[in-house]
């Protein structure tokens, strides 16, 4: 059974056929919402909103650790993030899908791992690959088998949030290498992983980063909000194809 983590513009999967809510409880706390079991496609799938089913949820202060321990402890087999982002490369434009293939790290503050505290043995996970191969690769084979183009390679910056940022931020993302720029792929990567869960993401391309083509002088929100409200739903429809095509 894969499990989705929706976030700014999916805060419900419109196309599951709901057939149960589980309101999860684990040793870090609670998770951000009750986790919703249903079909898609004939296939079982959970859904968990990362912001809160009323997006009340701040990036900084979503509980991380809650979220994928749920997903875990119900056994999931796998686990796909949906995260708007901007864009640094011009050549990605508002609407666009990108499966990413890797991250860079500037949040700080952030619970980033199970194995902390008095007692606890440290453990180091390998993180040179952060999204599972395997599953980015079916989640391109889905996008194709549905007819929807995406960009299958992106490298994506983790920022603090919840303010966007300023364009001299966005042109040092750009020297580290980063194309895309977003608040919640971290610390959720690193914990999927020391849990054993395969872990990719389907990022919609929101707006253009600060300072970017027509977010020069500015962000519209407005403009946002309508990117997300006329494209999501090409991502649902990958989404419905990947759990399809699902062997698990």
Known sequence: MLAIIGGSGLTKLANL??????VMRTPYGD???AVTFGQLGGQPVAFLARHGYGHTIPPHEVNYRANLWALHKIGASGVVSVASVGSIRADLKPGDIVIPH????????????YHEGCGVAVRHVDFT???????????????????????????????????????????????????????????????????????????????YAAGRADSR?????????????????????IIAALVGGSDS
């Not at 056929?17 to 589980?22: C, P």
């Not at 002088?217 to 429809?237: C, K, N, P, W, Y």
């Open 17 to 22: 056929d709901v057939t149960h809510r589980e």
């Open 31 to 33: 998770p951000s919402g």
């Open 102 to 113: 890797q991250l860079i790290d500037y949040t700080w503050g952030r619970k980033s791992t």
């Open 129 to 207: 690959d952060p999204y599972d191969p395997a599953l980015r690769q079916r989640l391109i084979e889905a996008a194709a088998r549905a007819g929807m183009t995406v960009s299958d390679a992106a490298v994506y910056a983790v920022t603090q949030g919840p303010r966007l940022e300023t364009a001299a931020e966005i042109d040092r993302f750009e020297r580290d290498g980063a194309d895309l720029v977003g608040m919640t792929a971290m610390p959720e990567a690193v914990l999927a992983r020391e849990l054993g869960l395969p872990y990719a993401a389907i990022n919609l391309v929101a707006n």
């Open 217 to 237: 002088h500015g962000i519209s929100f407005d403009a946002i909000e309508q990117v997300l409200q006329e494209s999501m739903g090409r991502v649902r429809t």
